[in-house]
């Protein structure tokens, strides 16, 4: 199993090689592999790829996306949130095929 330091590492390299471009202020603390992501990003489009690059860290096994857009003091409201949601890859086909 990974160390908080390890895996905290691990999504700051995913956001960075992700997100190389955008203009982002994000914080990654990691508690037994679950992390929380605070800061602001340009856009919700960004918070959505901010989570699922942190989701697919090694060592992840939940995010808690606090990130809201810069220039607004709160997070994204409930209804644009996807943070209930955990990132998993998507598989065509029937399920016998992965």
Do not use: W
Not at 62 to 69: A, F, I, K, L
Not at 81 to 89: A, G, L, Q
């Amino acid at each position: 199993m990974r160390s908080d330091s390890e895996i905290e590492q691990q999504v700051l390299r995913s956001l960075k090689l992700t997100l190389a471009m955008a203009a982002i202020e994000i914080c990654v603390e990691s508690n037994e592999g679950v992390v929380t992501l605070k800061g602001t990003a340009p856009s919700h489009r960004t918070i959505s790829a901010i989570r699922s690059a942190a989701c697919q860290a090694p060592g992840v096994r939940d995010v808690v996306n606090e990130v809201h857009v810069k220039g607004r003091r709160s997070p994204i409201s409930e209804s644009q949130d996807t943070s209930r949601f955990k990132s998993r890859p998507y598989y065509p086909g029937p399920a016998s095929s992965r």
